[in-house]
């Protein structure tokens, strides 16, 4: 059984959600000011939980 996600398995709600945590890893990115000690680990981490809901939705679990 695959957990590979595609686009169709989120929903709308969800795909804004992760367009605009994709923007604000962007924009702590370009607001660094050349160290790279950006910490994007509470952003990528609201993005693997809907990346989660996504998979559990997919494969029928609750």
Do not use: H, P, W, Y
């Not at 994709?22 to 680990?41: E, H, P, Q, Y």
């Amino acid at each position: 059984m695959a957990d590979d996600l595609d686009l169709s398995d989120f929903t709308a709600g969800e795909k804004v959600r992760m367009a605009g945590l994709i923007a604000r890893m962007t924009k702590r990115g370009l607001a660094d000011n050349g160290t790279g000690n950006v910490d994007l680990s509470d952003l990528q981490r609201r993005f693997e939980r809907i990346e989660n809901q996504a998979r559990k939705r997919k494969n029928g679990s609750k």
